[in-house]
Each structure stands twice: as structure tokens, then as C-alpha cells.
């Protein structure tokens, strides 16, 4: 069992927007503004989509954006395209100066 | 720009030691803005947290695997290390090294990741 919780799965159809939720708790999300977001397709090396709850790396989308309110952060992709298709990971630092994740998220983009 | 990338052994026998290495270009292990992380993937599973060296060489591991995982780094080779003792089917997975950015506090840079399987 992951110690932050995603959905399974989230689906949506091109030029659509969805969200990808991530519960925490008071000594993770809760504590820190240390959330970051990855995207891990198979056979690739995984992407870092959003550091420090809403920062965008250089070269990522725009339609990527992220927020955080309490133990829950959350990630929003806005205008979907095919390409967007992937498992999305949140993670988190913890008060036990250690890191934790999500479950991932299954995007399909109908 | 970095690049990382992990090799080992694909199968590892019950109770056995899991060794894996990550080769780095483009980048150094002694700069004081990173540290460098081990993690894994069991299948159907998510991420998990492994552990962490930086650049004074303090190693930092995830308390679930106890004194199973040792981490190091070889400066000589680009070299990260890990190594798993007393292995079961429970560590089979995609393991991936990963450098950790101490200013955007997220993993910049990732290893592709090898697939090691526990079995007899």
C-alpha cells in the first residue's frame, strides 16, 4: 500500500482537462510544500512534470499545472493530447526526512 | 546534459545480494546541490523510496528495508551503487536511479530503469 493515494485510473478525451488527485497526510503533503509530480511511460525514463507543488521544469507544458490545499495536492492537465497518455506519480518529502509516492494514475486519453 | 543509466544483474537468486549500478555522464557526484537516489517499481505497483547518498557521502534509507540497502558511490567510475541483501520475490521490480535536486527538492534526472526478478 503507497503512502500517498492517487486514483487508478483517470481518462478523458482530447482538448479536455482532468485531474489527478493525491491525499496525504499531516506529516507529507500536510507539512511540506515539497510536492513533485512525475510521468513514467514504459520503456522511458520518467519525466518530472511538477516540483515544489506548482513549478513547471524548463521544456515542460504549460497545460500542465499543479496545486496543493491541506493533505491533498493535485495535478490538471489541461487540453489533452495523445502524447499525454502515461502513468502520472506524485511524491512528497516527510517529516522522517524521507520521500513517499503515490499508487500512479493510468491517463488514457479516449 | 545528464544522462543515468542502471545495469545488473536481470535475476537474482532467493537470499542473495541484488547489486546494481547506475552509470552518470555529464555530471558529478561531489557537487553539493544533489543527492542520489536509488528507487523501485514492483509490477502493478507504485514508486517506492529506497534511499539516498549525497555528496559528503551520508547515506539516508527508507527505515521499510532496515539494514537490507547500502548505497554508495564510486567518483572514480561516475559510479552509484545499491545493494540489497537477503533478497525475496517481494523485491522483485524496476529499480531506477535518480538525482534529487536539493533547490527544486524533486527528482531532475532519471535512470531508465532495469527490471531485476527474484527467483530460483
Known amino acids: 500500500q503507497s503512502a500517498l493515494t492517487q486514483p487508478a485510473s483517470v481518462s478523458g478525451s482530447p482538448g479536455q482537462s482532468i485531474t489527478i488527485s493525491c491525499t496525504g497526510t499531516s506529516s507529507d503533503i500536510g507539512f511540506y510544500v515539497y510536492v513533485s509530480w512525475y510521468q513514467l511511460r514504459p520503456g522511458k525514463a520518467p519525466k518530472l512534470m511538477i516540483y515544489d507543488v506548482y513549478n513547471r521544469p524548463s521544456g515542460v507544458s504549460s497545460r500542465f499545472s499543479a496545486s496543493k490545499s491541506g493533505i491533498t495536492a493535485s495535478l490538471t492537465i489541461s487540453g489533452l493530447q495523445a502524447d499525454d497518455e502515461a502513468d502520472y506519480y506524485c511524491s512528497s518529502y516527510t517529516t522522517s526526512d524521507t520521500w513517499v509516492f503515490g499508487g500512479g494514475t493510468k491517463l488514457t486519453v479516449l | 546534459q545528464l544522462q543515468m543509466q542502471e545495469s545488473g544483474p536481470g535475476l537474482v537468486g532467493p537470499s542473495q545480494t541484488l547489486s546494481l549500478t547506475c552509470t552518470v555522464s555529464g555530471g558529478s557526484f561531489s557537487s553539493d546541490n544533489y543527492y542520489w537516489t536509488w528507487l523501485r517499481q514492483p509490477a502493478g505497483e507504485g514508486l517506492e523510496w529506497l534511499g539516498r547518498i549525497d555528496g559528503s557521502r551520508y547515506t539516508k534509507y527508507n527505515p521499510s528495508l532496515k539494514s537490507r540497502v547500502t548505497i554508495s558511490v564510486d567518483t572514480s567510475k561516475n559510479q552509484l551503487s545499491l545493494r540489497l541483501n537477503s533478497v525475496t520475490a517481494a523485491d522483485t521490480a524496476v529499480y531506477y536511479c535518480?538525482?534529487?535536486?536539493?533547490?527544486?527538492?524533486?527528482?531532475?534526472?532519471w535512470g531508465q530503469g532495469t527490471l531485476v526478478t527474484v527467483s530460483s
Open positions: 535518480a538525482r534529487y535536486g536539493i533547490s527544486s527538492h524533486s527528482l531532475d534526472t
